[in-house]
C-alpha cells in the first residue's frame, strides 16, 4: 500500500499545527482520505479475491500520481 495524506488524530500533533488546516489539498480530491477509505484496499489485498496479486504498489492516493 501507497497511500497519500491520511487524516487521522495524530495529525494535529505532529507539531506542525500551521499546516493542518491545508493538510490532503494538494490531492485532486482536495481533501486527505479517512481512515475507512483505506481500508478496502487493505481488506482486498488479504482476502482471497486479491490472492494473486504480487509484487504490486496500490496507491490509494486520492488522484495524486503516485
Do not use: C
Not at 33 to 47: G, H, K, T
Amino acid at each position: 500500500m501507497a497511500p497519500g495524506p491520511v487524516w487521522t488524530p495524530l495529525i494535529p500533533s505532529t507539531g506542525w499545527p500551521e499546516h493542518v488546516p491545508e493538510f490532503g489539498q494538494d490531492t485532486p480530491l482536495g481533501r486527505a482520505a479517512q481512515p475507512a477509505e483505506l481500508a478496502p484496499a487493505y481488506v482486498l489485498l488479504a482476502s482471497n479475491e486479491g490472492s494473486y496479486i504480487s509484487g504490486a504498489v496500490v496507491p490509494v492516493t486520492g488522484g495524486k500520481p503516485f
